[in-house]
């Protein structure tokens, strides 16, 4: 058995916080290495960006945290149009500099091949890059069991790596995402009614059976 702390709903002064988990889950991918060229800029750029967005989906979606905040979902309710986060072109060009045309491709990207129905949308799983505890396994799980009592598809954007976790959950390949001289994402869509299962907290207790088999740490994108 392995302990794992327990999983509840963000705080709003946790934000920050939040925010820098996402940018430290992000930080070792070929993704970060596109978006952010100096190593040693990669990680604030990040969590200034990740800011925007968490305090986002804590307006327009849902954010989910384990207890000592070493994981986190991200997830926006796109049941309909969603307003960019709050005076969003000024506070991205802050926030990334000389790198804002690469966030802008792909904010084009990924809005042009996100669904147009209604859907849940997981923007970030973020998990320790060291963890090998089940994390992110656990975390998925616990989000998944939110949303599938509202009978609506979700949608998730992952970096290939994480391809594998996904699909054990429901989730489906859509047409990959190729981002110009960069890595390639893949949409993934998980149909209405895949789970049908009750909320939960798997790990409300505490403990939980050691996860089925190793898999790398997830961050998927917005």
Not at 128 to 136: I, K, R, S, V
Request: hydrophobic letters at 40%; a neutral charge; one cysteine or more.
């Amino acid at each position: 058995m392995t302990e794992l702390p327990r999983i509840r709903a963000a705080r709003w002064k946790e934000r920050h916080q939040i925010a820098r988990l996402v940018a430290a889950a992000l930080n070792p991918s070929a993704l970060a290495g596109w978006l952010v060229t100096r190593a040693e800029l990669c990680l604030p750029v990040l969590s200034a960006v990740a800011d925007i967005w968490v305090e986002h989906a804590l307006f327009f979606g849902d954010i989910q945290v384990t207890d000592d905040l070493t994981a986190a979902t991200v997830g926006l309710h796109r049941f309909r149009p969603l307003p960019p986060p709050a005076n969003y072109p000024e506070r991205l060009t802050d926030a990334t500099g000389p790198y804002l045309p690469r966030f802008r491709d792909l904010d084009s990207l990924l809005e042009a091949h996100r669904p147009v129905e209604p859907h849940h949308h997981l923007t970030v799983l973020a998990t320790p890059p060291d963890d090998a505890t089940g994390l992110d396994e656990a975390m998925l799980n616990h989000y998944l069991t939110r949303i599938d009592r509202t009978g609506m598809p979700s949608w998730a954007h992952v970096t290939v790596r994480d391809r594998d976790l996904f699909i054990r959950h429901g989730y489906q390949l859509t047409a990959p995402i190729r981002l110009p001289d960069g890595p390639t994402l893949l949409g993934m869509h998980r149909p209405a009614g895949s789970g049908r299962r009750w909320p939960s907290n798997p790990i409300h207790a505490g403990t939980r059976p050691d996860p089925p088999a190793a898999s790398p740490p997830a961050a998927t994108t917005r």
